[in-house]
């Protein structure tokens, strides 16, 4: 079965408002502490820690990767998901610290 390359906005693209509507919700804003505590590690998509069904939290990161904020990336059957962390700082300066201070 040959997997399709999951697409990511370019960083000229991505726009507050998508990053702040993505940040609007707690399932996101864990997941993304989640991101930000492996300290730019990678981490396998099953790893997270979150109470919902897991199509619900596909949705999520879905809508964090449509808003920029992550990447995927797929390994076999695998799925690794990382932050956009230095894309983020270089287009949104101060915005990760902010979620970082938090942790």
Request: hydrophobic share 40%.
């Given at each position: ?28 804003i864990?997941?993304i ?29 879905k ?8 990447r ?13 962390l ?12 902010m979620?970082?201070?938090?942790l």
């Open positions: 079965m040959e997997q399709t390359e999951v697409l990511h906005p370019k960083l000229k693209d991505i726009t507050l408002e998508q990053v702040l509507k993505a940040l609007g919700d707690p399932v996101r864990s997941a502490k989640q991101l930000l505590a492996m300290k730019g590690e990678e981490k396998v998509c099953g790893t997270f820690d979150y109470s919902i069904t897991k199509a619900t939290f596909s949705h999520h990161l809508i964090l990767r449509e808003a920029g904020l992550i995927f990336r797929d390994e076999g059957t695998r799925r690794f998901v990382s932050l956009r230095q894309d983020i700082k270089k287009r949104f300066p101060g915005l990760m610290e979620l970082e201070k938090d």
